[in-house]
């Protein structure tokens, strides 16, 4: 099996990044004019230009109604969430104080994001280690601000999620509405919100926070307003250090925008013009040394980090394909206890075998930019070992539900038979969370 997986992940990976890479460069003004008169049908498989369908704009009005939905959503889940607590923890008594339902969404990473917020990193150390660094801090930096209207962290932490999630899906649709067609902004919201994990865009996590950041970030980079975009990259890099990754997705818009391989008259302004652009794109890169800073000021090391996350939380970086062996090793061994498999090592291969296939349909015809987020997001979550938040992750592989919303625009059966299937796995993984179960 592990044979196997290898050669379909590495032939599928090798695929994708050829496709890419070929397109990435036709697009950017080098001609291929004697592939394309040689190998006319494989030309124009790779470099036929993609029509994007059904552009529109997107009115406040719309976006309000969006976020509107979002937050009913989140409430409604909220509701659902406490009725849960109250059957599993009180029985037939059927009542919840405010506290307890307050600890079930306090669990796993949670507790650590509000004692950052409530001491900051210098004032939670453990045996002379500072731990919590391997968070990021922008999340506790928000729940600490919330605080001023909220005696309880826990709730400040909670409103950042909901109010993240709620701006974040108008920001999403507005991202995909613009550039796919409405019809499609609402299948991919769907999509995401319904996720098996999605239900964490509603707990004392940094995933709403972040999804509001990348749809954002996205949005300016396809916009080619690359220093707004380095901004707000800044932002998401502070809320987790996959937001780096919105620097491939603006060097990709900004080579594709001003095409400077191309020759014509106007070329030189066109690489000045593209060279500007990818600087003003990788000020981003400020947000990551502003983490190595603070990890430096509080412990003495810049990359203190990566020895915990190695030491107490056994995650250190390891090539993508190697550690797809690990999880299935989880998977396939009778040691492992079922509950693991079902909720951690199990959605791993599972968002993995999405992903396959949603990059296979997409190389060739989507949007080079959002593709790259896609590819280099999700080699990133799997190349970190002891990947027990795979699913939880990929909840934030956000270009990726773009792709699938665009691809079950014609295939509607198949749309709601996924979504209502993927509604009651979340309902399912939901459960396992508030029991404390290995979901997370």
Known sequence: ??????????????YVLIIFILRL????????????DKHSRTAAFIFSKRAVEDKVKTDRRELLLISTGAFIFRILMLFVFYVICAILQHGDEFRLSYDVFMNSLNIWDAPHYIDIAAKGY????????????VFF????????????????LRMAGLSVSVLAFCIGSAAFYKLVGEEYGKKTGIMSLILISVFPFGFFFGTLMTESLFFMLVSFDLILIKKHKFLGAGLVGILAVLCRIQGILLLFAAIVESLIWYRPFEKKKDRA???????TAILCSCTMISGWLLYLYENYRVAGDPFIFMKYQKEHWYNSPKFYISNINDILDYCTNSSVPMVNKFGMWGP?????????????????????AYLSFFLTYTM??????????GGRYMACAVTG????????????????????????????????????????
């Open 401 to 440: 539900f773009i792709f699938a919303g665009h691809y079950f625009k014609k295939h509607e059966k198949l749309f709601y038979l996924i979504s209502a299937l993927s509604a009651v796995l979340m309902g399912l993984y939901m459960v396992g969370y508030i029991l404390g179960k290995n979901v997370m």
């Open 269 to 275: 302004a066109n690489v000045k013009k593209c060279l």
């Open 380 to 389: 990133l979550v799997y190349s970190a070992g002891f990947l027990i938040s």
């Open 1 to 14: 099996m592990k044979i196997a997986a290898d050669i379909i992940v590495g032939a599928v990976s090798l």
């Open 25 to 36: 460069l036709y697009e950017s003004g080098i001609p291929f004019q004697k592939i394309r």
């Open 348 to 368: 791993d291969i599972a968002c993995l075998a999405a992903a396959v296939f949603i990059m296979l349909w997409a190389a060739s015809r989507e949007d080079l």
């Open 137 to 152: 801090p922008l999340y506790p930096a928000l729940i600490r601000a919330f605080g001023i209207f909220f005696t309880d």
């Open 122 to 133: 210098s004032g939670n150390a453990e045996n002379g280690q500072y731990l919590f660094l």
